[in-house]
């Protein structure tokens, strides 16, 4: 099957409220952005949202580069994997399952984004996982679940374990897979990424420099788990709110076809 090329999507911005329009514009800003930090994979991984006051949510076009994405190209689906909106788009399987596992029991989160990155591959094949080696890493430890590889993810079956092992936390590894992250708002959500790679980042550098690590001492950790939990409750969230605005002005200059 060949795809349209993606300015040919025609706008659906009459066609959804005003506040479906921000969430749209809002995560195809989060898809050109990831781009835009090199953890795409080609048309695979995935990042999804809840459209708000429903149980619907949105997803990219399979096949589609990420920074290729657009609002009116995105692809509206409900818990059953059923588009709600024409579109000539099809959606990844896998990216269904996990998506739709995720949104089916956190109710809390409004997006899930999800990636093939070489630093999260490489932590999430060593078996004890994020160390708490770095200040992101603490971030990171004070909400963090671990996912057994089972496959290319298209087994249903699949997605109550998944929701088991992701819990109420808001970073998940996948062992021998990847990183998760899902939050309150797309922004939340994309930061909180950030600061996974970062860490998983850093891990890699410092496990290649052949030193021995230092390890964050136990009751830094926990006094850093309960000081993130605070600031989760705290109208500023995980703080994407602060660098969402910062980030959009970068996209806008170097990317700004993202809004149509």
Sequence with gaps: MSLAPVQS???????????????????????????????DDLIFTHISAKVPGT????INPFGL???????SSLVKV????????????????AGYTIHSA?????HDVVCVLHTHTAAGVAVS???????PISQQSLFVLSSLGYHPYEGVALNPEEKVRLQADLGDNSFLMLHNHGLLTCGA?????????FTFQRACEIQVLAQNGGAELIAIPAPIL???????????????????????PALLRKLDQLDPGYTL
């Design 102 to 106: 995720v949104h089916a029991v956190r």
């Design 65 to 71: 580069m990420f920074h290729e994405i657009t609002a």
């Design 185 to 193: 708002t797309i922004a939340d959500t994309f930061l909180m990424m």
């Design 78 to 93: 409900d818990q059953a994997g059923n588009k709600l909106m024409d579109s000539p788009y099809e959606i990844n399987p």
């Design 125 to 131: 094949a060593q078996k004890q996982g994020v160390l």
């Design 222 to 244: 926990a006094g850093a788990r309960a000081m993130i939990a605070g600031v989760t409750r705290s109208a500023q969230g995980m703080g994407g709110a602060l660098a969402w």
């Design 55 to 58: 149980e619907d949510f949105l």
């Design 9 to 39: 999507t025609p706008s659906v911005k009459n066609q959804v409220s005003a506040i479906e329009w921000q969430t749209r514009v809002d995560l195809a800003a989060c898809y050109r952005l990831v781009a835009m930090h090199g953890w």
